[in-house]
């Protein structure tokens, strides 16, 4: 999976290293987006009580996809600086994201449809659960239509967004709220 | 695993990308097939009591199999579009996902005949997977001589088998007359 | 892991495939004595008790040992064929199953030492358990020595020893003579 | 991961393997140093009773810091007597680990200032386990200082470092004292 390899020596390794700063910039924005995807999907089979053959296959469609995700890392990685290859692999690279978020967004709300989420959890939690899942649908959408005309900030874009789903903001402001309100914690 | 390389720049990326079709083909029929076995794996160790010695040696056997798929993978993608070569590779992985096939299928007789099935599990439940088993046998048997007249007919059919292995039709019908008998779901 | 290649168009795929049998053969030595590894250890860990942080470092050893393995394996592959190389890659090879058996015999004896395996097994059992993790010392050592003067049959002598650690005939014998005195299976 | 690779046939084999010195060098440090870790990993979980979201960002960023490691490891064993990429590269290997070593120091405090840990744990071990993850920081922090004089002395400390946290001296040393005292076991 780790795509790095050791520049030559002729024209000096550290430099070297330096130019290769759009190999790391992929490869931490697709590290971070796996583990986004990886906590949304533990807390997807948390919640779960039982699995069906659908719910299975449609884990399957979201496994494909981010099994997938190291090959537009590496053409993002490879174009970066060539402006029509760059923009092409920003775009793949994008729609790969969007797949993610999307197959991880249909998984959730199959569960919930067809009953598969374990009985003590509340519709509220379950709706809020679906909410946090939409948003980033939204902005690798509009990630995808920017990268057409700016792809290294819509590359800029996918990094803001897994760290906006990996850094549990609202996590951080409800738990300094239920304290406020005298929660044990 | 991901044999999957950024084309050279010159002559176009996009062009590039498309000549490299049948990597992406050759990949997507083995994730498939890969996920298939993986999903008929885990229906057969559920079902499971205890394995006993051989019943693991059957269960590495058909690792095996398993594990050296992306070499017949890789032969398909590199020579399609090469007749002899490709005849071939077709041929060679259609052998390959045959042997997966055979030994899950053995595996589960094997369970069968052992009695190592949970006691719980009904003889009709049992003769049923049985027979769930053994289409795709006799479907890579047909892939694997049409392969040798029609290559990439062949290869078309193996997805096939993979996506009809995939997607749960039985399981779709089954349901929805459960619930037409007024199920619980 | 997987270091199989596709061979070039010129001279004949099926011609350059044979060609490549020094590497199915070294791959198929190294699955079959890692799966024999596997099943030796999945027996260890099921009858351990508890771990303590001693038995961490020798498993932790063992599997640096067959972790490293495809280095070997890899050589083997490359070499075959050219006398002297050959040589040292089959030595290197033998050097390296025979480390992998040794930490594993030694991962038992240690647990065994130290009261680490569970109290319900008799010590014949633990006895007959460190009987049957010798023999293939002995034989890797054997095969060592005979990898200097003929080292294709001390590869041939590696994929044996691997087969008959994985092939359960002494299973089989004790299930027919339990049969045979009326035992429940 | 396995980065090793089999010298060309030209000037001997044995010679060119000896050659490869560094890469071997390399490898086992990093095995070393992961195998550590993994066992520092393992003791923090075992003690943990639930996770909150911030553990689970927290234990993220230490696998992406273990994920990232074989690039400087390949670093290493490519500029290994280089003098100027050699000093570089050791450098950027002892942050690394500097940096896996920080993120498991501050899960642990996490852990214990956020009562994550088992209720049963005594104050007494839970100091002593974050004194435990302590020691490594401050070397790999001297390591650092050190490479940029002497590379391949640090790379050496990096090796030691990771058996003295491997061996397990306390461990045997208390294990001693236990019996001394006439313990169980």
Redesign the interface.
């Known amino acids: 999976v780790?795509d790095?390899?050791?520049p030559p020596?002729e024209g000096g390794?550290?430099r070297g290293?330096l130019d290769e700063w759009p190999r790391y910039f992929a490869?931490l924005i697709s590290?971070a987006t796996v583990?986004a995807a990886?906590?949304a999907h533990?807390g997807i089979t948390e919640h779960i009580d039982r699995a069906?053959?659908?719910f299975?296959?449609l884990n399957?469609l979201a496994?494909?996809f981010i099994?997938?995700l190291?090959?537009p890392t590496?053409?993002m990685a490879?174009?970066m600086g060539?402006s029509?290859?760059e923009r092409?692999?920003v775009t793949i690279y994008g729609l790969n994201l969007l797949l993610i978020s999307a197959t991880l967004s249909l998984l959730w709300r199959y569960a919930a449809a067809?009953?598969l989420i374990k009985a003590d959890r509340s519709d509220e939690m379950v709706r809020e659960y679906s909410r946090r899942l939409t948003p980033s649908l939204g902005l690798y959408g509009a990630g995808i239509v920017l990268g057409l005309f700016a792809p290294r900030l819509a590359a800029f874009v996918y990094l803001l967004v897994a760290v906006f789903l990996?850094?549990?903001i609202r996590?951080?402001v409800r738990k300094k709220r239920t304290r406020g309100e005298g929660g044990s914690?």
Chains 1, 2, 3, 4 share one sequence.
């Open positions: 780790l790095l390899i050791a020596l390794v550290g290293l490869y590290f583990g990886w906590i533990t069906d053959a659908t299975l296959r399957l496994l494909l099994a997938v190291p090959f590496r053409l490879e174009y060539e029509d290859a092409l692999a067809e009953h990996l850094v549990p996590t951080m914690g």
